[in-house]
């Protein structure tokens, strides 16, 4: 077996690629520069090494691979010695289709919103009916304890992102796995810092779409504009479509506003009730999703219906980290308007008329670069209070944004005087909400101790 070292080791990605590296046998070493839980907690009971920061002499000059994140570019000092050294290099995405997918029957999960949490349903169902699924997921699965797994069965399920590969690989890194069965969840603009707009996003869509053989399926939200013209572009492969339509093949018929239990029908026959912990329309549409999947690769759903009243879903996605003093706290990763808006629908439907409180990091990059910032507002409409972390390098002015949400809203300079701000706001029987798709200095356990103090 080989030393691999992989720079960008603690992104959710990456990580994962660590964990099947070290599964297979090879010596694994890394280095990153925001290392954060819940990946780093992995990698440390890994036992994988981290090297913090990317210097010239990070990676060791006997290394037999450097696998190389996307988040790093030309310039970096780690990458120009790899490069001036001669040394192996390779994507993460590339890695994984030479290594992991050959033989095997890839599921791919893509969409700009839901695929960490869908491809974790998908994993569970198939876990479920005893297919013993290798996975990779873009977070920690409270069920299964690590983000991938190499698994013994025939199937992978992999988290298909639309995001690009590497700095010397600018296609999407889901036009490496070669999918068997492709979920298209959704599409929206979104990574405003490599897409011009829409349209290029739907062609790398397409260029996935492509890959999908004949026998294979795709697994199409029905509701999608956007995505009924993706296959408008052409398509080769089977497609069933899912949604809350009686029409399309898949569809939801809710039980629970909250999207807490729902009805799920296969061209319209009631296949079975879904009861789960799950919260939102967009969480049914997940489920149904997976469902429809599962099946294309001969799951019975009814047989593992009743396995999702278990499903606990993903670190960090509206995961509860704590009551105290009658509050609850979540951490959660939306960071899309979109995500945001279903995210607090779900929860206002729980908790009725309850107050909700935001505590938001606008970090991705489209958050940063401002491409969102029209839509943020009403996206919280059904927050009751808002405080923003607004970093001085955000390039857009947080006023604007502010003064158009519907409820109190504030924008402070750190993560200190936004828990200060927060201590001043939250009542007993509140719910609490941080989103982030980022470290967030920690915020959300910080309030949490902060609270259990008082």
Not at 227 to 243: D, H, I, Q, S, Y
Request: aromatic share 6%; with cysteine; net charge negative.
């Amino acid at each position: 077996m080989s030393t691999i070292h992989i720079l960008g080791i603690a992104g959710t990605f990456m990580g994962g690629v660590a964990a099947l590296a070290r599964e297979l046998g090879h010596t694994v070493r890394g280095s990153d520069q925001a290392i954060y839980p819940p990946m780093s907690t992995q990698l440390e009971q890994l036992g994988i090494t981290l090297d913090p920061g990317y210097r010239a002499d990070s990676v060791a000059r006997d290394c037999d691979e450097v696998v190389v994140g996307n988040a790093l570019s030309r310039g970096n000092p780690a990458v120009e010695a790899v490069l001036d050294a001669g040394q192996r290099y390779i994507s993460g995405a590339q890695w994984l289709s030479e290594q992991v997918l050959p033989g095997r029957d890839t599921l791919a999960v893509a969409g700009t919103h839901g695929k960490t949490t869908t491809t974790t349903i998908l994993t569970w169902l198939l876990q479920a009916a005893g297919r013993e699924p290798g996975f990779l997921i873009g977070g920690v699965a409270e069920d299964f304890g690590v983000s991938a797994r190499v698994g013994q069965g025939r199937e992978f399920v992999v988290e298909a992102d639309e995001y690009d590969t590497a700095f010397f690989d600018k296609r999407s890194k889901f036009v490496h796995y070669r999918p068997l069965v492709a979920i298209l969840n959704n599409l929206e603009y979104d990574h405003a810092d490599i897409f011009p707009d829409v349209a290029a996003i739907q062609r790398q869509f397409h260029h996935l779409v492509r890959t999908v053989p004949a026998r294979g399926r795709l697994i199409v939200n029905g509701e999608d504009a956007h995505l009924a013209e993706v296959l408008a572009m052409g398509c080769w492969t089977p497609v069933e479509r899912f949604g809350f339509d009686p029409g399309l093949e898949w569809h939801a018929e809710l039980v629970n506003a909250d999207g807490s239990a729902f009805i799920v029908h296969h061209r319209g026959v009631a296949l079975g009730e879904v009861r789960w912990s799950l919260l939102g329309r967009h969480n049914v549409l997940n489920g149904l999703a997976a469902l429809a999947a599962a099946h294309a690769v001969g799951v019975e759903p009814a047989a593992v219906i009743p396995a999702l009243a278990n499903f606990r879903s993903v670190k960090r996605r509206m995961e509860v980290i704590g009551v105290a003093d009658d509050i609850t706290l979540y951490d959660d990763f939306a960071h899309h308007p979109t995500a945001i808006h279903t995210t607090l629908e779900g929860l206002r439907a729980k908790v009725g008329a309850r107050r909700i409180v935001v505590a938001m990091e606008p970090r991705s990059n489209s958050m940063r670069l401002g491409a969102h910032a029209d839509a943020l507002a009403p996206s919280l409409a059904l927050a009751d209070a808002v405080v923003f972390l607004h970093r001085p390098e955000l390039a857009w002015d947080a006023a604007s944004v502010i003064a158009a949400v519907r409820g109190e809203a504030h924008a402070v300079p750190d993560t200190d005087a936004l828990l200060a701000r927060l201590g001043a706001t939250v009542q007993p029987g509140d719910h609490v909400v941080f989103m982030s798709n980022g470290g967030f200095d920690g915020a959300p356990r910080r309030f949490l101790a902060q609270l259990q103090a008082r």
